[in-house]
């Protein structure tokens, strides 16, 4: 049986990665795009050389034209601009909006059939932007950001406890923004809740809350420490983690940037949610109950988002 075509639309510090670890976990051919020519070839290239000693089996290709991404089973999108410190995702918002309609036109065109995960920022509106461009069913074009907001929590956690990341399950839902609503009730040791374990003593509330403002400070935090770009391995292995659900209909139930329309009390659009991914794509959102004080932060970022899609709605009037 033919491998799986995995296109990934972008070539630049995620593209790469995503590239080396899709090579590496051996899910398929690969196809590196981007508008730099050379970029994606040289990576590429560079990419295949390490075959021989990792072992793996992928054809490795390197392109400036669409319709080189022609059938792709997955497209993962990071074409556009990173945010440099003392920006916010959301000054992205004009320049990125218009490298989404290329992408989408191009997606439309060669790789209806996708299932494709966007990550460029401000992702929430982008992959509203990107669903509308394209024109392909909602449950087949999903956001990453909750997988990568929740390996940060978990990760915090894991050093404040003094156990294995492995153990540690956290919940991040809402907009991939500063109002992210990392869910501390949701999240937890082994199965044992985070509140269970202030009672228990394993920390204190001031503890956990100086975690949880870390976590929605996390991409700032690498921007400042990189000064020339953004987080790009565990960006990347977060959306392998989603493609991986659906190429192996995993089911794994990941918080994604979803269409919500009825779930949550919410009307059609994007943010994000506990979702299932398998074959089929979205295959299901788990509408967990919230309450109040977790109902108001994730109103305030759900607010935040319509917000930015209108924007994105003012700057190209075919949106609206
Ligand atoms: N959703 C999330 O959790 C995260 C999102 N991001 C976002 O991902 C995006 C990519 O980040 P990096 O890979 O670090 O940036 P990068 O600058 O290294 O790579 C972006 C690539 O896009 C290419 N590009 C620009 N316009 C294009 C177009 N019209 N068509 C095709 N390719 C085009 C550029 O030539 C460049 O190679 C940024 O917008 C960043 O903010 C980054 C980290 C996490
Ligand atoms: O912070 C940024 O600009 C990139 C990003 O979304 C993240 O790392 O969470």
Same mark, same amino acid.
């Given at each position: 049986?033919?491998?799986?075509?995995?296109?990934?639309? =972008?070539?630049? /510090?995620?593209?790469? !990665?995503?590239?080396?670890?899709?090579?590496?976990?051996?899910?398929?051919?690969?196809?590196?795009?981007?508008?730099?020519?050379?970029?994606?070839?040289?990576?590429?290239?560079?990419?295949? /050389?390490?075959? $021989?000693?990792?072992?793996?089996?992928?054809?490795?290709?390197?392109?400036?034209?669409?319709?080189?991404?022609?059938?792709?089973?997955?497209?993962?999108?990071?074409?556009?601009? $990173?945010?440099?410190?003392?920006?916010? @995702?959301?000054?992205?918002?004009?320049?990125?909006?218009?490298?989404?309609?290329?992408?989408?036109?191009?997606?439309?065109?060669?790789?209806?059939?996708?299932?494709?995960?966007?990550? !460029?920022?401000?992702?929430?509106?982008?992959?509203?932007?990107?669903?509308?461009?394209? =024109?392909?069913?909602?449950?087949?074009?999903?956001?990453?950001? =909750?997988? #990568?907001?929740?390996?940060?929590?978990?990760?915090?956690?894991?050093?404040?406890?003094?156990?294995?990341?492995?153990?540690?399950?956290?919940?991040?839902?809402?907009?991939?923004?500063?109002?992210?609503?990392?869910?501390?009730?949701?999240? !937890?040791?082994?199965?044992? $809740?985070?509140?269970?374990?202030?009672?228990?003593?394993?920390?204190?509330?001031?503890?956990?809350?100086?975690?949880?403002?870390?976590?929605?400070?996390?991409?700032?935090?690498?921007?400042? #420490?990189?000064?020339?770009?953004?987080?790009?391995?565990? $960006?990347?292995?977060?959306?392998?983690?989603?493609?991986?659900?659906?190429?192996?209909? /995993?089911? @794994?139930?990941?918080?994604?940037?979803?269409?919500?329309?009825?779930?949550?009390?919410?009307?059609?659009?994007?943010?994000?949610?506990?979702?299932?991914?398998?074959?089929?794509?979205?295959?299901?959102?788990?509408?967990?109950? #919230?309450?109040?004080?977790?109902?108001?932060?994730?109103?305030?970022?759900?607010?935040?988002?319509?917000? #930015?899609?209108?924007?994105?709605?003012?700057?190209?009037?075919?949106?609206?």
């Amino acid at each position: 049986m033919a491998r799986p075509k995995i296109a990934l639309i =972008g070539a630049g /510090q995620i593209g790469g !990665t995503l590239a080396h670890l899709a090579a590496i976990k051996e899910l398929g051919d690969i196809i590196l795009f981007d508008i730099a020519e050379g970029t994606p070839q040289g990576k590429a290239l560079d990419i295949a /050389q390490s075959g $021989p000693s990792e072992g793996f089996d992928a054809v490795m290709k390197g392109a400036n034209s669409y319709a080189d991404i022609a059938g792709a089973d997955v497209c993962i999108v990071t074409a556009g601009v $990173p945010r440099k410190p003392g920006m916010s @995702r959301d000054d992205l918002l004009g320049i990125n909006l218009k490298v989404m309609k290329a992408v989408g036109e191009g997606i439309k065109q060669h790789a209806p059939n996708a299932f494709v995960i966007c990550i !460029t920022n401000p992702l929430d509106a982008m992959v509203w932007a990107l669903r509308e461009f394209s =024109g392909l069913p909602h449950e087949k074009v999903v956001g990453m950001a =909750g997988v #990568l907001d929740s390996a940060r929590f978990r990760h915090f956690l894991s050093l404040e406890f003094d156990v294995s990341m492995r153990d540690v399950t956290a919940f991040v839902l809402g907009g991939h923004g500063d109002t992210m609503v990392p869910l501390t009730r949701y999240s !937890t040791v082994a199965g044992i $809740p985070l509140p269970d374990l202030i009672t228990m003593g394993w920390t204190t509330q001031e503890k956990l809350d100086a975690i949880v403002q870390r976590t929605r400070d996390g991409g700032a935090e690498i921007v400042g #420490l990189l000064k020339t770009g953004s987080a790009y391995y565990a $960006p990347a292995t977060s959306a392998i983690e989603m493609a991986e659900s659906y190429l192996k209909d /995993q089911k @794994r139930l990941l918080p994604c940037a979803a269409w919500v329309d009825g779930a949550f009390g919410l009307k059609g659009m994007y943010v994000g949610v506990p979702t299932v991914i398998g074959a089929k794509g979205i295959e299901r959102i788990v509408d967990i109950k #919230l309450n109040p004080t977790e109902q108001v932060m994730f109103d305030k970022s759900v607010e935040a988002v319509k917000g #930015l899609v209108e924007a994105c709605k003012g700057i190209d009037p075919t949106l609206a």
